[in-house]
Antibody, heavy 119, light 111 residues
Framework: QVQLQESGPGLVKPSETLSLTCTVS????????WTWIRQPPGKGLEWIGY???????NYNPSLKSRLTMSVDTSRNQVSLNLTSVTAADTAVYYC?????????????WGQGTLVTVSS | DIVMTQSPLSLPVTPGEPASISCRSS???????????LDWYLQRPGQAPQLLIY???IRASGVPDRFSGSGSGTDFTLKISRVEAEDVGVYYC?????????FGQGTKLDI
């Protein structure tokens, strides 16, 4: 059973960097794309970007200038860094695995972690 | 960016009755491989989204057969043949034909 668990600070100050880690268990991260999606409180879903286990990335242009994703295959983890955060970055952040095959369907999701940007 | 528009945004239903949600994309989601790159997710209250339907019509593993998906290149429909209490939540369509991947606004189904 594949499981994803997001972790990181629940509170980040404005202008600082939001750093999250997604730890994968039950399968290797190798061979897959891993994506981050966020959901502001009471609102809809926004795709942040994805990273391949090899390290190649594709970011949402709306966040690209502030965003970095990375993988650590030895720890079976993927990470997200978002710099210069504002209150608009307050959201539940999910990591998800992209299913193999056609399309970019996300078949496994973490439970999500709420990050609040506030001083 | 491809804009995804869902309707209705709120859908009150009666258990045992059918339900239908529409999703329209601003661009054709038909890939050259003949699949339409449209997925449906259900987000139950307090939970992460879960996959229901992918490539417009394929039910994900474990999804009851009362759920079905269909559509043309730009107009898609998720149907529930007989709504059950556990189907309550917000339904999202999502296109993955091109990045940035984009979601519909969500349709809240309640009983």
């Amino acid at each position: 059973q594949v499981q994803l668990q997001e972790s990181g600070p629940g509170l980040v100050k404005p202008s600082e960097t939001l750093s999250l880690t997604c730890t994968v268990s039950g399968d290797s991260i190798s061979g897959y794309y891993w994506t981050w999606i966020r959901q502001p409180p009471g609102k809809g879903l926004e795709w942040i970007g994805y990273i391949h286990y090899s390290g190649s990335t594709n970011y949402n242009p709306s966040l690209k200038s502030r965003l970095t994703m990375s993988v650590d295959t030895s720890r079976n983890q993927v990470s997200l860094n978002l710099t210069s955060v504002t209150a608009a970055d307050t959201a539940v952040y999910y990591c998800a695995r992209r299913k193999t095959g056609y399309g970019a369907t996300f078949d496994y999701w973490g439970q999500g972690t709420l990050v609040t940007v506030s001083s | 960016d491809i804009v995804m528009t869902q309707s209705p945004l709120s859908l009150p239903v009666t258990p045992g009755e059918p339900a239908s949600i529409s999703c329209r994309s601003s661009q054709n989601l038909l890939h050259t491989n003949a699949y339409k790159y449209l997925d449906w997710y259900l987000q139950r209250p307090g939970q992460a989204p879960q996959l229901l339907i992918y490539l417009s019509y394929i039910r994900a593993s474990g999804v009851p057969d009362r759920f079905s998906g269909s559509g043309s290149g730009t107009d898609f429909t998720l149907k529930i043949s007989r709504v059950e209490a556990e189907d309550v939540g917000v339904y999202y369509c999502m296109q993955t034909l091109q990045t940035p991947y984009t979601f519909g606004q969500g349709t809240k189904l309640d009983i």
